[in-house]
Every structure is written in structure tokens, then in C-alpha cells.
């Protein structure tokens, strides 16, 4: 089961449409093209560097003793790219201001979407209740002391 990050994009809402579902766990296409699985993640820079880093270990497999050493570089480039790859994702991301919602653990992505959409969507009804309610005294509802040790914040 692999856990997908939801990220939405700046200004807009838990429940918009152009929310980003990257998956958080190891991938065979970023292990197999690690340079041209990063430019398709749009993550130019860095995919730039590691074609550059690829060239450079392609070269060092001409050498003569080379070839072991730039098979195991390979590897771990290979290796470092699919493992952490989503992560490179998510912080580049981040740095454009989008907005990390949550991590939802689902089986497939199909899954995660109807999970993220099910509970934003719930979520959004029960804040535009609490919106449109008028309260009886001045200020919100949490300025006051209630009953019980914490705040529910809304949960049961």
C-alpha cells in the first residue's frame, strides 16, 4: 500500500479540482530513467543534472577499470532517484507555494482520490454550516470556556 501526498496549488481550495496526488514510494520507470522521469515530473533542474550525471557515467564506462565503478554510481543514482524521487517532487512544489493537504495511505490512486474528495467535500459542508449559524452572543464560538478539558474543533 503506498501513501500519496495531496498538494494543491496556491490560493485555492482542500476540495479543487487541481489538486496533485504524488505517490510516495518506490518507482520502477524513475529507477529504469531516472533524468527523463524527473523532466516529466517537470523538475527541469534537477533532471538536467542527473542526464548530466549519466553522461559523465557513460563516459567513465569507456575507461579502462571503470566499468565496475560506474555501473554501482549508476545504481545508486538509479536507486536514489526512484526512492526519493517523490519527495523531490513534493518539495519542489512546496517552493511554488502549494499547499501540503494530507497523506492518505490507499492501495491504488483511484482510491486515494475518492478518499481525499469524500472527506474535502465533508469538510467544506460542515465549515459553510458553521459559517451560516448565528450565534447568540458576540464573539465565536471558542472565546468562552466550554465543558471538558479540550476543544473538539469540530471532531466527535
Given at each position: 500500500m503506498a501513501s500519496y501526498l495531496i498538494m494543491t496549488p496556491p490560493g485555492a481550495a482542500a476540495d479543487d479540482e487541481g489538486a496533485r496526488f504524488?505517490?510516495?514510494?518506490?518507482?520502477?520507470?524513475?529507477?529504469?530513467?531516472?533524468?527523463?522521469?524527473?523532466?516529466?515530473?517537470?523538475?527541469?533542474?534537477?533532471?538536467?543534472?542527473?542526464?548530466?550525471?549519466?553522461?559523465?557515467?557513460?563516459?567513465?564506462?569507456?575507461l579502462p577499470g571503470g566499468f565496475v565503478a560506474a555501473l554501482i554510481m549508476h545504481l545508486a543514482l538509479s536507486l536514489l532517484v526512484s526512492l526519493e524521487g517523490p519527495l523531490f517532487i513534493a518539495r519542489h512544489l512546496s517552493a511554488r507555494d502549494w499547499t501540503l493537504r494530507t497523506i492518505i495511505p490507499a492501495p491504488d490512486i483511484a482510491t486515494a482520490e475518492e478518499i481525499y474528495y469524500s472527506a474535502a467535500t465533508a469538510q467544506s459542508k460542515s465549515a459553510t454550516r458553521l459559517q451560516s449559524t448565528q450565534w447568540s452572543r458576540t464573539g465565536p464560538p471558542g472565546d468562552s470556556a466550554g465543558l471538558g478539558l479540550f476543544e473538539s474543533y469540530g471532531e466527535r
Open positions: 504524488v505517490a510516495d514510494g518506490f518507482s520502477w520507470t524513475a529507477f529504469f530513467f531516472p533524468a527523463l522521469w524527473l523532466m516529466a515530473k517537470q523538475t527541469w533542474l534537477l533532471g538536467i543534472g542527473v542526464a548530466i550525471l549519466q553522461i559523465l557515467l557513460i563516459l567513465l564506462l569507456q
